[in-house]
Structures are given as structure tokens and as C-alpha cells.
């Protein structure tokens, strides 16, 4: 290569050190990018990959009222889904808690039920952390 030893092993070193640089560069940047928020998802990733389903959740209500509910709950990104998957205890103390004070006439409208959907996801998204909750959908509701 060079006629100079020195020159020699200071190329490849440094050569070396710019192949590492870009390398760094781009795993660094795929790690960033899977952690980020989705911020524009399919319908496919919406459903496989950023949607848990809470099952079915049956408590009382104020009176002599009860309650049969059912979540999809959509979150910003995979690791807040799996997060919220291994808080599932919590999501349904979360959905207890929220629903037992309210009253029948209270969920009977859109009104109420979009403001029930709210109140879950302020709660939710007040311990999660690995990501946000962004949409409660209501796939089931009967209430008695």
C-alpha cells in the first residue's frame, strides 16, 4: 500500500473507526426508530400490533346498577402495548374505579360514554410509561 508502515496503520485504523461510526450510526437510529411513536399507523399495525383488548369487565354502578364493558385500548407504540398487556390488573382497576361513580344516566348518551373513554385514558396514561394510550374504543357496553 503506502512505502511508510506508520501511514499504513494509521489508514486502516482510521478507516476502521469510520466503518464503526456508521455502523453505530445506523443501529442507533433503527433503535430510536422502533421505540418511537407510530405516528401515522395502517389498519394493520393499529390492529397487531398497537391494540389490547381489556375482555370483558362487569361491576357495579351507583344504585342498584350494573355495568358490562368492553375496551380496545390503542397505545402510540409495541413496547406500550406490552407494557399495558403485563398492567393489565391495573387497566381493569383503572376501568372499575372510573365507572363505579358514575350513574346510568351518565353513560346512556355519546356524551357520557366519550367522556368515560376520556376519564379510562387520563388514567391509563398516568402510569404508563413506555408510551401513551391515544384511543379507548367501547366495543361493548350494557348497562342495568
Given at each position: 500500500m503506502f512505502k511508510n508502515r506508520v501511514i499504513n496503520i494509521t489508514f486502516i485504523i482510521m478507516t476502521l473507526m469510520i466503518i464503526g461510526i456508521i455502523t453505530v450510526f445506523f443501529v442507533m437510529n433503527g433503535i430510536a426508530?422502533?421505540?418511537?411513536?407510530v405516528k401515522n399507523p395502517?389498519?394493520?399495525?393499529?390492529?397487531?400490533?398497537?391494540t389490547l383488548a381489556t375482555g370483558e369487565i362487569t361491576t357495579n354502578i351507583s344504585g342498584d346498577h350494573f355495568i358490562k364493558v368492553d375496551f380496545n385500548?390503542?397505545?402510540s407504540n409495541s413496547a406500550a402495548k406490552d407494557e399495558l398487556s403485563k398492567r393489565s390488573f391495573q387497566v381493569?382497576?383503572?376501568?372499575?374505579?372510573?365507572?363505579?361513580?358514575?350513574?346510568?344516566?351518565n353513560l346512556q348518551d355519546q356524551k357520557g360514554l366519550a367522556n368515560l373513554e376520556n376519564l379510562i385514558k387520563n388514567r391509563l396514561n398516568s402510569?404508563?410509561?413506555?408510551?401513551?394510550?391515544?384511543?379507548?374504543?367501547t366495543t361493548e357496553k350494557i348497562v342495568q
Amino acid at each position: 500500500m503506502f512505502k511508510n508502515r506508520v501511514i499504513n496503520i494509521t489508514f486502516i485504523i482510521m478507516t476502521l473507526m469510520i466503518i464503526g461510526i456508521i455502523t453505530v450510526f445506523f443501529v442507533m437510529n433503527g433503535i430510536a426508530q422502533s421505540k418511537s411513536d407510530v405516528k401515522n399507523p395502517s389498519i394493520d399495525q393499529i390492529v397487531n400490533n398497537l391494540t389490547l383488548a381489556t375482555g370483558e369487565i362487569t361491576t357495579n354502578i351507583s344504585g342498584d346498577h350494573f355495568i358490562k364493558v368492553d375496551f380496545n385500548i390503542q397505545v402510540s407504540n409495541s413496547a406500550a402495548k406490552d407494557e399495558l398487556s403485563k398492567r393489565s390488573f391495573q387497566v381493569k382497576n383503572a376501568v372499575i374505579y372510573t365507572v363505579s361513580g358514575m350513574t346510568p344516566a351518565n353513560l346512556q348518551d355519546q356524551k357520557g360514554l366519550a367522556n368515560l373513554e376520556n376519564l379510562i385514558k387520563n388514567r391509563l396514561n398516568s402510569f404508563l410509561r413506555s408510551g401513551t394510550v391515544t384511543h379507548v374504543y367501547t366495543t361493548e357496553k350494557i348497562v342495568q
